[in-house]
């Protein structure tokens, strides 16, 4: 799984594609790994979910580890813009109490960095 | 086929509270309010047809015990939990006190799923037959040391029915009380063991007390073949999925989530969910069940699973 990212100021914003499913966890997972390593001096990580139609439980314990490790680094991780189903899984695995969700990209830098939101803002 | 449950609660048995009964009976009278119930036969349809599940019954508190019936003489029984002594008066009250013989697989010796033996009457009565099967090397002394004192007041050796442990290893095939019954290794504190139960072409996969690590793919491989296209796969959803892979990881259990996937990825034709968290009242339980169907719903591919939640008095005929 290839992973378009965007920086605003500070914070990286992290686009997956598609189903985040047995089959592509591991790719999500590696192609993760970079942006957290890089996410030690504290700058948030959002992860844009629009393009995800579907995450399965393998995926969301991704997110997850992904979570735990950015909290132990000190960075905010949060997810945003989840389509209708994905949503849907969220809540029933309760990942939406264990994780920061924002409706939308702009609330999710408006939450994490107001510099991140600014630089949206001028793009 | 017939799967009967006597026993569904995870971890500990729990009762009903008064409170709860009193905002069951709230609801059911004023869902009734002016609907003339004024016969028995009224009130039982009402009760029956129009109240919510989580209304007019409860999943019921009891620890572990599902009952496999193949229309065979003998008793085929998956753990010992609490409900084993709702089962065990209810064969002494329909079949008298002996010559009765009972099978009973056992998931692993957790005090949930052994705690109704020693209230299991046919146990203590001559003439009766009990075969513990298990896969641990602690089967028999699990089950004499929970009876001794100062645990228990009557001890093992006053047990007068004919008790035996069978030792079985995982991964083989076995033919037992008609059954062909093959036990998989779960994790679990102390392992746990599931089975696939087969007989005259109906599967029932018993899975409790199991925490899939969905991270391992030959782990998640396996547990589909042991699952695979089962019609009944009775599985452990205490935890939601955000607990059992975060606070609650290492726990030993695992989720309605799980459940959905591992049973569309086997083909399995129906999940029932099992061994339910004991904070959890009858209307938790409820929404559990509705999200799991919605789930299953949302994320159908071309195999439907049929989704149930267990309670204490469920019958499932395959």
């Not at chain 2, 599967?203 to 899939?212: G, L, N």
């Not at chain 2, 069940?289 to 469920?314: C, K, N, P, S």
Request: net charge negative.
């Amino acid at each position: 799984m290839e992973l378009v990212s965007k920086r605003f100021a500070d914070t990286a914003v992290l686009f997956p594609q598609g189903r985040i499913d047995h089959a592509t966890a591991e790719q999500f997972k590696a192609a993760l790994a970079p942006y957290l390593a890089t996410a030690a001096g504290r700058d948030p990580v959002v992860i844009d979910m629009t393009g995800v139609e579907y995450i399965s439980s393998v995926g969301l314990r991704v997110l997850m580890l992904a979570s735990k490790q950015a909290k132990a680094q000190g960075c905010a991780l949060a997810v945003c813009g989840l389509q209708a189903v994905v949503r849907e899984i969220f809540e029933i695995s309760r990942f939406n109490l264990v994780l920061q969700v924002f409706p939308s990209l702009r609330e999710a830098l408006a939450a994490l960095s107001t510099e991140a939101l600014a630089a949206f803002g001028a793009a | 086929m017939l799967v009967r449950f006597w026993g569904t609660r995870g971890s500990i048995p729990v009762a009903m509270t008064s409170a709860e009964v009193k905002r069951k009976l709230v609801t059911a009278l004023v869902a009734a309010a002016g609907r003339g119930l004024d016969t028995p036969g009224k009130a039982r349809a009402f009760v029956e047809q129009e109240l919510d599940f989580s209304v007019s019954h409860t999943f019921g508190g009891n620890s572990s015990c599902v009952q496999i019936e193949t229309g065979g003489p003998d008793y085929v029984l998956c753990d010992l939990g609490s409900g084993a002594r709702v089962f065990g008066n209810n064969v002494l009250a329909t079949g008298g006190p002996s010559g009765h013989r009972f099978h009973v697989f056992m998931s692993h010796l957790h005090w949930d799923h052994i705690m109704g033996f020693p209230f299991f009457m046919p146990a203590y009565l001559p003439g009766n037959h009990v075969r513990i099967y298990g896969c641990h090397d602690t089967l028999e002394e699990a089950f004499r040391r929970q009876n001794a004192a100062p645990s228990f007041p009557v001890d093992f050796s006053r047990m007068n029915a004919q008790i035996e442990f069978i030792r079985l290893e995982p991964e083989r095939d076995y033919d037992l009380a008609g059954l062909r019954v093959r036990a998989k290794r779960q994790h679990h504190g102390g392992d746990s063991y599931g089975y696939r139960l087969e007989y005259d072409g109906k599967v029932v996969v018993y899975s409790t007390d199991s925490e899939h690590k969905q991270d391992d793919p030959e782990e998640v491989k396996a547990f589909v073949e042991f699952f695979r296209e089962a019609d009944l796969v009775i599985f452990d959803a205490q935890y939601s999925l955000a607990d059992a892979v975060s606070v609650k990881e290492d726990w030993g259990h695992s989720s309605n989530v799980v459940g959905v996937e591992m049973c569309q990825l086997a083909r399995a034709q129906r999940l029932c969910l099992y061994h339910h968290e004991p904070i959890f009242d009858d209307e938790r339980i409820a929404t559990l069940l509705a999200e799991t169907r919605r789930l299953e719903e949302i994320t159908r591919g071309d195999h439907r699973v049929e989704v149930q939640a267990a309670y204490d008095g469920l019958e499932i005929t395959l």
